[in-house]
């Protein structure tokens, strides 16, 4: 069994920046794919950045930028860089791995 806890999320203003991490349980952690993803209100759930046991990233294209994923595999934890954040960032932020997901963080940007 899986556990992914996400942390971090809160109101930041507008330009702002927040690092949101996701800690997993599991010796399985350093051997796989974890990915950040966002849900906005009324939308689908899309995904942000993924990055390998070694360390290789990849983002979707209109994230590349403000965003940077990252991992400790020592602690057993993703991280999510973001930066320059805007009013349509505001989402419920998920780590994931595999078919397992956490909870969700929730990121609002005031303007």
């Known amino acids: 069994q899986v556990q992914l806890v996400e942390s971090g999320g809160g109101l930041v203003q507008a330009g702002g920046s927040l690092r949101l991490s996701c800690a997993a349980s599991?010796?399985?952690?350093?051997?796989?794919?974890m990915g950040w993803y966002r849900q906005a209100p009324g939308k689908q759930r899309e995904l942000i950045a993924t990055i390998t046991s070694g360390g290789i990233t990849k983002y979707v294209d209109s994230m590349k930028g403000r965003f940077t994923i990252s991992r400790d595999n020592a602690k057993n934890t993703v991280y999510l860089q973001m930066n320059s954040l805007k009013s349509e960032d505001t989402a419920v932020y998920y780590c994931?791995?595999?078919?397992?997901w956490g909870q969700g963080t929730q990121v609002t940007v005031s303007s």
């Open positions: 994931r791995f595999s078919n397992y």
């Open positions: 599991g010796s399985i952690f350093s051997t796989g794919v």
